[in-house]
């Protein structure tokens, strides 16, 4: 998951969407799932009830089966044709789990059955992720989501996702959840947050403990963002991970974001992607990462109008930036002379691991100038080129290239391409990842490096067929 985490997180504008509660391979039928659930069936950890969904008659059978169960520690629910018996049974059935820490509820639109669920499980005690997606709270529900969330004191997690929240409630709710000490990360996905409720929203946070904020797709705008920028930067709590993405944010907010990176102490993650900050915005983002203080490690600004002024402002930043460590600014018209630009730049840079610059307009003469500079990459892992105008021609250059740099270890610049030129790629990749550094270091290895190299090689048998057709010598 981790792995999977960080490819979506600076490969895609699809960032950050890894659910909490991965979904297990689901019993064919209801029966099936009651006999797990009675069996305590150990390879039921996670009981999905979101497909297909339930009605009330199939909620008390899975409810009665639940009663002493003693494995399941995460449920998804669907709620869409739950109605006040099947809350009931459920909600009584969900208090009995003491084991259970993470609860999802999905399509859970009526209002009685909201409150008869929170209620019911405000003294469970032991929740510590809560994910509510496609769901309605107004005014007559909210305090008892509110109260559920104080009663749990366990609670690190909690996650909003498509769903609906009027003006009157989102306003109780953070008022309500302010002084919440143990929340570390709030998803507020698709919600919908006004510049009003934005203040409110930016003192619970200052009353709690949040570490993670993931704001997308919740138009908060330019003001949004002004509002946010002093709690990043004045408030005590440690902020190491914000992503703003698809909020319709400008060149208007630069200045608050530029002030969040200069000094906001332990920001490592910054997500602005899907947004318009053009070169103007770009820019003055540029100068906040050129200054001493910033300590962002990986910045996504893919989708964001930028073209060749900003990003010659960025390539500039990154001679002397030492903290970036993953940046994404695909789905930009950044063209040839914006990634020659920031290739050239990574001669200098020894921090920059991962790049990615797909779609953005580059074609065989920007790849030209991404391999010449290649072989004085020192730091680069990974260089995703995918989605441009790069033919033959250009993969060749870029093998060219490649031949002289043994540190990077992922060069894609096809999607599903595998004719000759791909497969040298990966050739030259497999030995970088065999350590093939240390042939480049010293004509005569010392012995005690061999072990670190067959350390290296021996759990993967591409790597090291890759290594022993390099050098037959050694086998001898």
């Avoid at 391999?371 to 995918?386: I, Q, R, W, Y």
Wanted: charged share 20%; proline share 2%.
């Amino acid at each position: 998951r981790a792995k999977t985490d960080r490819l979506l997180t600076f490969n895609g504008i699809m960032s950050f969407y890894t659910p909490t509660l991965m979904r297990p391979s689901v019993p064919s039928s209801l029966e099936e799932i009651c006999q797990k659930l009675q069996e305590n069936n150990r390879s039921l950890r996670t009981l999905d009830l979101s497909h297909p969904r339930l009605d009330d008659v199939s909620v008390r059978l899975v409810s009665e089966s639940l009663c002493e169960n003693q494995v399941v520690t995460a449920v998804i629910l669907s709620c869409f044709e739950i109605v006040d018996d099947g809350a009931h049974a459920m909600g009584k059935a969900l208090m009995q789990l003491r084991q259970l820490t993470k609860l999802q509820f999905r399509d859970l639109r009526n209002q009685r059955e909201i409150n008869i669920f929170f209620d019911l499980l405000a003294c469970h005690g032991n929740i510590e992720e809560l994910s509510l997606r496609h769901t309605v709270i107004c005014s007559r529900s909210v305090r008892s989501v509110v109260n559920f969330i104080r009663c749990h004191p366990t609670l690190r997690e909690l996650r909003i996702v498509d769903s609906q929240i009027d003006e009157a409630a989102q306003r109780e709710f953070f008022q309500g959840v302010k002084g919440h000490t143990s929340l570390k990360r709030v998803y507020l996905i698709n919600v919908g947050i006004s510049s009003t409720n934005m203040t409110y929203l930016v003192e619970m946070i200052e009353g709690g403990s949040t570490e993670e904020l993931r704001l997308c797709e919740s138009d908060i705008g330019d003001e949004g963002v002004v509002v946010l920028a002093p709690s990043m930067v004045q408030s005590k709590i440690v902020h190491t991970t914000l992503d703003l993405r698809s909020n319709g944010i400008t060149h208007q907010a630069a200045l608050s974001l530029q002030g969040m990176l200069i000094s906001s102490p332990c920001l490592s993650t910054l997500n602005i992607s899907n947004n318009d900050l053009s070169d103007i915005g770009t820019m003055a983002l540029a100068r906040g990462l050129a200054h001493s203080r910033c300590v962002v490690e990986n910045l996504d600004l893919s989708q964001n109008d930028i073209g060749s002024k900003g990003i010659l402002a960025l390539a500039n930043t990154l001679r002397t930036n030492k903290s970036l460590e993953n940046l994404n600014i695909s789905f930009n018209s950044i063209g040839d002379e914006g990634a020659t630009a920031i290739a050239a730049t990574l001669g200098y840079n020894n921090t920059l691991r991962c790049i990615t610059m797909r779609r953005c307009g580059i074609t065989n003469q920007g790849a030209q100038g991404i391999a010449d500079c290649l072989p004085n990459m020192h730091g680069v892992k990974e260089l995703f080129l995918t989605k441009n105008d790069i033919t033959t021609k250009g993969s060749a250059a870029l093998l060219q290239g490649l031949r002289q740099n043994v540190e990077i270890e992922n060069l894609h610049i096809q999607d599903k391409v595998f004719d000759p030129i791909q497969q040298e790629i990966i050739h030259w990749i497999q030995l970088n990842k065999a350590g093939r550094r240390i042939f480049r270091k010293s004509n005569a290895v010392q012995a005690s490096l061999w072990p670190y190299v067959y350390a290296r090689i021996s759990y993967n048998f591409d790597m090291l067929y890759h290594f022993i057709t390099e050098k037959p010598d050694l086998t001898h």
